[in-house]
Structure formats: structure tokens, C-alpha cells
């Protein structure tokens, strides 16, 4: 079946980096765009970036435009999220999600992971 | 990126129906049949309940159902269980980027 598991989450300064891994199975990851989500506390589900099936494109959200980087490595079935200059305000928690079409242009996403989570504080 | 416009929170008493809203500019849902509906529970992961505005994946109560008019979706939960208290998220692919409303809780009374 598929599984996403997140990890790489943890306590962090603002304006540090950290480096959020999603490792999948259950699928062919060479087939599939992925997503990361995430949600702060007490607030909903919130777009962070896309990278589709072939790797071609990625997309962002304003929030974290040029802060953050999604890539992938499907020879190792994983998914990353570079996150630079971190902001108290990312907290959250951090979901990778799959895309729901088959080698097509990136969509909504179905398949869900459990999440880790990402505190940033001075 | 504006999210899309969902109601705070919505209720019903078991063996009602109820409709969730979810409005957004016109290019991210009036002209796109790529609209989806999440289910959400404290400290789970979302599950997708509805895609493309009206399907439902396997294994998804036919108690959900989903429908689009204009530049507003809609979820109807009919028959409504103790057990779909919750949060429930739409989201529309805006030809890249995604989406999502902020989120609507039902409570069951």
C-alpha cells in the first residue's frame, strides 16, 4: 500500500536551515508529482511547494519563495524540502503528500504522510 | 495565492445533511474541474474524500458527495455520523501552485 513517512523535523533558530526527507513506498515515485503541506497550530492546511513526476517544474508559495527548495531522488525513493531562513512563523507541521495523477502535470494531492514537525524559535 | 473561502465551522445533528462551501477567484475553480475535498482529524493526516469535484476514491462512504457551481464547490455530508466530526479542506490546482480553503469545522451535535 502506500506510505509516506516524513522525517528531518526539529527545533530550530530563526535563520537556520533544516532539511525535511519524505520516503516513500508502495508506488513508483518516478511517476507521481509530489507535494509538501503543512499546518501551524491552531490554523489550517497551507500549499508549500510541488515538484512534478519528472522533475521538470516546481512550484511555490509566496511564503516561502526563494526560502525554501523541493527536490527529489527517485533512485532512493525519496522527497525533500530545503528550508533556509527559517521564520518563527513556519512553524508547523510539515505533510508530504503524492499527487493524484499519473505522470501528468502536478493536480491535488491524495496520499498523505503523518507529518513532522518543525518548531522554529529564538 | 488567495486561499479559497470556506465557512469557520458548520453543524448538524446525526441523520442530517449538511453542505460545506468553498468559493474562490474564478481561474482557480470556475474554470477547473480539479477541485478536492479533505478530511482532517486532530493529529491525523488528511484523507481525501472527493476529487475532481464529485468523485469519490475507493473505499469513501457515499455519504460524501461533492458538486460545482460557478466559482464555488460544495460538500454535502448526508446522514451525518458522530464520527464525521472533524475539519474537512478544499483545494484547487490553480495550474501549479495549489489551493486550499481554510478549513471548516463540523461539529455533531
Known amino acids: 500500500q502506500v506510505q509516506l513517512v516524513e522525517s528531518g523535523g526539529g527545533v530550530g533558530q530563526p535563520g537556520t536551515s533544516l532539511r525535511l526527507s519524505c520516503e516513500v513506498s508502495?508506488?513508483?515515485?518516478?511517476?507521481?508529482?509530489m507535494h509538501w503541506v503543512r499546518q501551524a497550530p491552531h490554523k489550517g492546511l497551507e500549499w508549500v511547494a510541488v515538484?512534478?513526476?519528472?522533475?521538470?517544474?516546481?512550484y511555490y508559495a509566496d511564503a516561502v519563495n526563494g526560502r525554501f527548495s523541493i527536490s527529489r531522488d527517485n533512485s532512493k525513493n525519496m522527497v525533500y524540502l530545503q528550508m533556509n531562513s527559517l521564520r518563527v512563523e513556519d512553524t508547523a507541521i510539515y505533510y508530504c503528500a503524492r499527487d493524484a495523477y499519473w505522470e501528468a502535470a502536478a493536480g491535488n494531492p491524495d496520499f498523505w504522510g503523518q507529518g513532522t514537525l518543525v518548531s522554529v524559535s529564538s | 495565492q488567495s486561499a479559497l473561502t470556506q465557512p469557520a465551522s458548520v453543524s448538524g445533528s446525526p441523520g442530517q445533511s449538511i453542505t460545506v462551501s468553498c468559493s474562490g477567484i474564478i481561474s482557480d475553480v470556475a474554470n477547473d474541474d480539479l477541485v478536492s475535498w479533505y478530511q482532517k482529524y486532530p493529529g491525523k493526516a488528511p484523507k481525501l474524500i472527493i476529487f475532481e469535484v464529485h468523485k469519490r476514491p475507493s473505499g469513501v462512504s457515499n455519504r460524501f458527495s461533492g458538486s460545482k457551481s460557478g466559482n464555488t464547490a460544495s460538500l454535502t455530508i448526508s446522514g451525518l455520523q458522530p464520527e464525521d466530526e472533524g475539519e474537512y479542506y478544499c483545494?484547487?490546482?490553480?495550474?501549479?501552485?495549489?489551493?486550499f480553503g481554510g478549513g471548516t469545522t463540523l461539529t455533531v451535535l
Open positions: 483545494s484547487s490546482y490553480a495550474g501549479g501552485p495549489v489551493v
Open positions: 508502495g508506488f513508483s515515485l518516478r511517476s507521481y508529482g
Open positions: 515538484i512534478w513526476y519528472d522533475g521538470s517544474k516546481r
